[in-house]
Each structure stands twice: as structure tokens, then as C-alpha cells.
């Protein structure tokens, strides 16, 4: 069974660009979580999809969308990008239906962002 | 206030050894979920062993083991017969039961080195 599938691995974009990044979690699965992670604040939560609709929203601006198609695929944009958006960004899919506090999240490769 | 707390920074191991892992966590949520991930340097987060709240006996999986201690608000990992390719970095994270958002809240990580 494949596994989470972050496309692209690398980005780099220069500062006031706009980024989309996609994700298919595994198969089967509908629900589908964002995650910033930073060397300076750790892994911090940006939103989950279930549904097509957003359940749930982390503290950062509304620079960071994200949306999700009816085969549960996920794309994530961050629009004029500031230096401060370089991070790892990490796609995740859960089976539970919806999401709970007893479902694990299984993680992507993650698509590694550079603002320059 | 912190809610997942891991007070290692780096812990060092030799090959074939057991090793501990700590994470502390704060909740008043009587529901809740704690998983420990790895993350070796390709980035990908992968999901190593969850223990539930309401769970009587401590998670196993394989070589990995969960040391839960409701009362002392503790969950450590333990990893037994250490290899070098569990070099890596480990969170601890939680998520709660209350309310409807399911997000996983990371700790800072613990940065394991085995060493042959």
C-alpha cells in the first residue's frame, strides 16, 4: 500500500512568490493534515481536511489555504512569501473516520520550502 | 504552557543497548491519544507506537515499547536493542479527545545517536 506522496521533495522561491504544494494520502484514507515544521518553533498544525471541508485551523495567517479535492488529494498555498515560510512543510492522512484523538496520523516525505 | 515537555536534547546509545526516551505531558482532558514518531534526516515522520488514555497495559510494537505512567503524566519510549539505523530524531505528541479539533501537539524532539 502506498504511503503518503508529498509532491514537490524541494522548492525554492524568492520573497512576495506564491507556492502550492500537493499531497495524496494513502489510500483510502479522507482525512488530511498540514504541518509546518521549523528548527526555531518546531512542528506546528496549519489545517486538516475531511470531506472536502476544513475542520480545523492552526494560528497562522491567511497567506496559508489549503483545499481538498473529492479523491481526498490535498493541495496547501502560501501566497506572497516571506523569508519566514522556509520550513518543512508535512502532509498527513489518518483512516479514522472522521479524524480522532485516538487515530494516528501517518506522514509524507515532506516538501522542503526555501524562500530566498 | 508546554504541553508535550521531552528534556532530552540528544541521547546517546550504543549499538545493542536499550535506551529511554522521555516525554511528559499536560492535559485535562480525560480523553487522549500519545503517539511517538521518528524522523530520520530525509524528514519523513514515521509512526512508531500509540497509547491510549484509557489503555490498562503499556503499547508494544516490536522493539519499541511505552513506558505510561497516567499518574506521572509520563509516556517514554523505550527502544530495546538499539541498531544504528534508529539514529534519528523522536517526538513524543498528544492528541485530546475534547472539543473537535484532533491536532497533534509535537514536543521539541530528542535527538538519538547509536553508536557502533
Known amino acids: 500500500k502506498a504511503g503518503v506522496t508529498q509532491t514537490p521533495r524541494y522548492l525554492i522561491k524568492t520573497r512576495g512568490q506564491q507556492v502550492t504544494l500537493s499531497c495524496s494520502p494513502i489510500s483510502g484514507h479522507r482525512s488530511v493534515s498540514w504541518y509546518q515544521q521549523t528548527p526555531g518553533q518546531g512542528l506546528q498544525f496549519l489545517f486538516e481536511y475531511f470531506s472536502e471541508t476544513q475542520r480545523n485551523k492552526g494560528n497562522f495567517p491567511g497567506r496559508f489555504s489549503g483545499r481538498q479535492f473529492s479523491n481526498s488529494r490535498s493541495e496547501m498555498n502560501v501566497s506572497t512569501l516571506e523569508l519566514g515560510d522556509s520550513a518543512l512543510y508535512l502532509c498527513?492522512?489518518?483512516?479514522?473516520?472522521?479524524?480522532?484523538?485516538?487515530?494516528?496520523?501517518?506522514f509524507g516525505n515532506g516538501t522542503r520550502l526555501t524562500v530566498t | 504552557a508546554q504541553k508535550i515537555t521531552q528534556t532530552q536534547p540528544g541521547m546517546f546509545v550504543q549499538e545493542k543497548e536499550a535506551v529511554t526516551l522521555d516525554c511528559t505531558y499536560d492535559?485535562?482532558?480525560?480523553?487522549?491519544?500519545l503517539f511517538w514518531y521518528k524522523q530520520p534526516s530525509s524528514g519523513e515522520m514515521i509512526f512508531l507506537i500509540y497509547q491510549g488514555s484509557y489503555d490498562q497495559q503499556n503499547a508494544t510494537e516490536g522493539r519499541y515499547s511505552l513506558n505510561f505512567q497516567k499518574a506521572r503524566k509520563s509516556a517514554n519510549l523505550v527502544i530495546s536493542a538499539s541498531q544504528l539505523g534508529d539514529s534519528a530524531m523522536y517526538f513524543c505528541?498528544?492528541?485530546?479527545?475534547?472539543?473537535?479539533?484532533?491536532?497533534?501537539?509535537f514536543g521539541k524532539g530528542t535527538l538519538l545517536t547509536v553508536n557502533p
Open positions: 492535559t485535562s482532558d480525560p480523553s487522549y491519544g
Open positions: 498527513a492522512s489518518s483512516l479514522s473516520f472522521p479524524s480522532s484523538y485516538n487515530s494516528p496520523l501517518h
Open positions: 505528541a498528544m492528541r485530546e479527545g475534547g472539543g473537535s479539533n484532533y491536532k497533534l501537539t
